[in-house]
């Protein structure tokens, strides 16, 4: 499996893909997303095995900080550990530099099996940990993890500005531990 940098020819399966896995309440628009990568702030990437895009990667970069921003592979290919593999290519794509990423905080009470624990737990068995950052990021309540040393959430917060522009402070929240619960 390669990481490619998306091309012309790429766009429509990498986009199908972008389109089916994520809701709608998550994704940028895909035209946004181009002209940002044409600015130099996201890279998209076209997973690819045997000549077939079978899944797409979209990072955000700011100075020393690579937001891993989507991850997905085509419902056919899932579960063949194409999301594994990308994670490993991109640790080695950014070296030098501090790759991390915001999944979802799981449920208080939640069943192991929950998919929010089961993306930690893939998340961690893949190289990265938790910085112990959390976030509401547009209603949502993140983590952060990281797969080199942790990422503050004030850089955290200049990467997203340097990448959407300011409005989107409107839309993040740090949130704070009591008792071992998320207020």
């Known amino acids: 499996m390669q990481l490619v940098t998306m091309t012309a020819l790429q766009e429509e399966a990498v986009r199908e893909i972008y389109e089916e896995a994520f809701p709608d ?9 181009l002209r940002f990568a044409a600015e130099g702030k996201l890279d998209i990437l076209a997973m690819i095995e045997d000549e077939t895009v079978v899944g797409l990667v979209v990072l955000a970069n700011h100075g020393d900080l690579v937001l891993l921003d989507y991850l997905a592979v085509t ?8 999301g594994a593999k990308a994670l490993a290519a991109l640790l080695e794509k950014t070296a030098g530099k501090i790759l991390f990423l915001e999944t979802e905080l799981p449920e208080p009470n939640a069943p ?16 990265f940990s938790i910085c112990g950052v959390n976030i509401c990021f547009f209603g949502v309540p993140m983590t952060l993890m990281t797969a080199g040393e942790p990422v503050d959430f004030e850089r955290y917060a200049k990467l997203l500005v ?7 402070l409107e839309h993040i929240t740090r949130l704070e531990e009591a008792n071992g619960s998320m207020i």
């Open 75 to 82: 419902p056919r290919r899932r579960s063949g550990g194409y």
């Open 112 to 127: 192991d099996d929950s998919i929010q624990n089961r993306r930690l737990r893939f998340y961690e068995r893949n190289g």
């Open 25 to 33: 309440a998550e994704k940028r628009p895909w035209e946004r997303m």
């Open 162 to 168: 340097a990448v959407n522009g300011e409005w989107v």
